[in-house]
């Protein structure tokens, strides 16, 4: 099982205040993602990296939310300006070595009050 | 595309009651399934998955789940409900790509377990 690491865990800001969100994995995970779970729902892909590069960012608002993975480890998710409905819990996961198992960190709770 | 669907928000069940989680998924690529659990305050932990082979699979804390292609279901169950089964239950579907997993988890809505002494 991959350990991943996230930070801060939780994290109360107001509207229009930046936030960012950090994800550790151990290495030698190729694949990591970023996860947005809202209250009451499962959680929705907003970016998928492969090593340092962008796979997936379809789902991510580009307009306020930014990602960077930096030289294919660690992994910072940047809201600026944060919105209301933003408050949510950001996961970071990462693949596992087998390619079938993505692993889930504990989560990162945002508050926009 | 894909997308799964989890009936019933909330399931109430009786300590040593079977235990039943009903998933259905659609997929226009053979899919990967899995079953996660959250509990409060913390991240997803695998429960089991399915990828090809046998369709009953078996996971941790005594859950299966058994993968029904005709049905385009993926249930999960336990024989005996434990009053530390409690929590948030989720179903999630991907798609197979060239290098295996594409590892773009689609969720359901998930499923609230109450066990009742």
């Known amino acids: 099982e991959a350990g991943v690491a996230q930070s801060p865990r939780y994290k109360i800001i107001e509207k229009r205040q930046s936030v960012a969100f950090w994800c550790n994995p151990i290495s030698g995970h190729a694949t990591l993602y970023w996860y947005q779970q809202i209250l009451g729902q499962g959680p929705k892909l907003l970016i998928q990296f492969q090593n340092n590069g962008v796979v997936d960012d379809s789902q991510l608002p580009k307009d306020r939310f930014s990602a960077e993975r930096l030289k294919g480890v660690d992994s910072t998710l940047k809201i600026q300006p944060a919105k209301l409905e933003d408050s949510a819990v950001y996961l970071c996961?990462?693949?596992?070595?087998?390619?079938?198992?993505?692993?889930f960190g504990e989560g990162s709770w945002l508050t926009v009050v | 595309a894909q997308s799964v669907t989890q009936l019933g928000s909330h399931v109430s069940v009786s300590e040593g009651a079977l235990v039943l989680l009903r998933c259905n998924y659609s997929s226009s690529v053979p899919p990967y399934l899995f079953w996660y659990v959250q509990y409060p305050n913390q991240g997803l932990q695998l429960l089991l998955k399915y990828t090809t082979g046998a369709t009953l699979v078996k996971g941790i804390n005594g859950f299966e789940a058994e993968f029904k292609k005709s049905e385009t279901s993926f249930h999960l169950t336990k024989p005996s409900a434990h009053m530390s089964d409690a929590a948030e239950y989720f179903c999630a579907v991907s798609g197979r790509g060239l290098g295996g997993n594409t590892g773009k988890l689609i969720f359901g809505q998930g499923t609230t377990l109450q066990v009742k002494p």
């Open positions: 996961a990462v693949q596992g070595s087998s390619g079938n198992t993505i692993y």
